[in-house]
Each structure stands twice: as structure tokens, then as C-alpha cells.
T-cell receptor
Framework: DTEVTQTPKHLVMGMTNKKSLKCEQH?????MYWYKQKAKKPPELMFV???????INESVPSRFSPECPNSSLLNLHLHALQPEDSALYLC?????????????FGPGTRLTVL | GNSVTQMEGPVTLSEEAFLTINCTYT??????LFWYVQYPGEGLQLLLK?????DKGSNKGFEATYRKETTSFHLEKGSVQVSDSAVYFC??????????????FGQGTILTVHP
């Protein structure tokens, strides 16, 4: 089973709202990732967690705050977003933090910021 | 640094036509290579992969061979179906170093198959 689940599927929020995206995997993977994808573009890496520790932050604005409560769960907390943050947010996981493993993606959360 | 170049799309084919989507790469180190597919409104699905030179990845009738001498990983399918209409991303990853954990994607190729 190579399933990564994400909730919610769709999210609409105002610029003053606080919301969270959730990602879960039960493959025993120890690395988890957040990507942002704009229409007709490839995904852009935001954050990498390896063994529940943040290992890469790709200079993402502080209005995006990741959290890894345990090895199966990854959250992305959103606060004071801008309309240009509207995008598909993808979570992925891979076997371990060595960096060369296959990444398996979830279905994504479609975020609209009004 | 690492980079992936895919043939420009969109690509429009009739059902049962032969498909080739070209992909070439540059990498510092020895990459693993992937093709991901994204159907409309969905996330990315791993289509196939190859981890060393001359490996052939295959899945659902799609194939790609890791060619180190030409730094290429072209995607092929002998007979496409309408259900293959999607965006296809070629990608690479290199273990270790400064590119740790970072998938490098091509720009994506939109494939539309007509009945």
C-alpha cells in the first residue's frame, strides 16, 4: 500500500483565518514533505521532515507553519494568507531521510484564499 | 545544480497512437529517475522509475529506459487511450549533498488523447 491521505480536499479561507492541512501515511515512511503546486506548473518543495525533525525549509514565508506530531502525521498550519497563496498543496512521503528514495504523493488540498 | 528538460507540450494524439515524451537531465551525482502522472483534479501518481543506468521502468504499458550516455529518460507507450490524458512530469532525485530530499521536476507535458 502506497497511500498518502490528505484532508480536507478543498479549503476556502479568508486572509484573516487560521486553518490547518493534514497529511497521513501508514507506510512506515520516515520522511515527509509539503509541496505547493500552481496551475500548469510542477510542484515546488516547501518543507521536508526527516525522522520527525524539520530538515529543509525552502525559505517559505512564516504564514506557513509545518508540524510533524509523529512519524505518520504531517500538518501545515496556515495564518494570514494572501490570495497568491491559492494553490494545490501536496504532501508526500518516502522511506527514510536519505534523500534518494521514491516519494509518494497524496491527492492534495485545493486551497483558495479570498 | 540539477535540472530536467521535458519536451514542450501540449501533445495531442488519437487513440491507439504511439507516444513519446522526451526527457533529458543534468545532475551532480548519480540520480534516480521518475515519471509521475497527474490526472485532472488529482495529486501526482508515480508512473515508473529507474535507479541505475540501463534500467527500464515500466507500468500500465508505459516504459522508460535510463540512458546515462545520453542523460535521457524518454517515456513511451505503444498505444495510448483516452484515459491516458493527463500531465506527465519527469523528475530526478540525487541522494545526499545539498540537494538532499529534493525532487527536481521538468515543466510537465500535457497529453490529450482523442477517441
Amino acid at each position: 500500500d502506497t497511500e498518502v491521505t490528505q484532508t480536507p480536499k478543498h479549503l476556502v479561507m479568508g486572509m484573516t483565518n487560521k486553518k490547518s492541512l493534514k497529511c497521513e501515511q501508514h507506510m512506515g515512511h520516515r520522511a515527509m514533505y509539503w509541496y505547493k503546486q500552481k496551475a500548469k506548473k510542477p510542484p515546488e518543495l516547501m518543507f521536508v521532515y526527516s525522522y520527525e525533525k524539520l530538515s529543509i525549509n525552502e525559505s517559505v514565508p512564516s504564514r506557513f507553519s509545518p508540524e510533524c506530531p509523529n512519524s505518520s502525521l504531517l500538518n501545515l498550519h496556515l495564518h494570514a494568507l494572501q490570495p497568491e497563496d491559492s494553490a494545490l498543496y501536496l504532501c508526500a512521503s518516502s522511506q527514510d531521510g536519505a534523500g534518494g528514495d521514491t516519494q509518494y504523493f497524496g491527492p492534495g488540498t485545493r486551497l483558495t484564499v479570498l | 545544480g540539477n535540472s530536467v528538460t521535458q519536451m514542450e507540450g501540449p501533445v495531442t494524439l488519437s487513440e491507439e497512437a504511439f507516444l513519446t515524451i522526451n526527457c533529458t537531465y543534468t545532475a551532480t551525482g548519480y540520480p534516480s529517475l521518475f515519471w509521475y502522472v497527474q490526472y485532472p483534479g488529482e495529486g501526482l501518481q508515480l508512473l515508473l522509475k529507474a535507479t541505475k543506468a540501463d534500467d527500464k521502468g515500466s507500468n500500465k504499458g508505459f516504459e522508460a529506459t535510463y540512458r546515462k550516455e545520453t542523460t535521457s529518460f524518454h517515456l513511451e507507450k505503444g498505444s495510448v487511450q483516452v484515459s491516458d490524458s493527463a500531465v506527465y512530469f519527469c523528475a530526478l532525485i540525487v541522494a545526499g549533498g545539498t540537494s538532499y530530499g529534493k525532487l527536481t521536476f521538468g515543466q510537465g507535458t500535457i497529453l490529450t488523447v482523442h477517441p
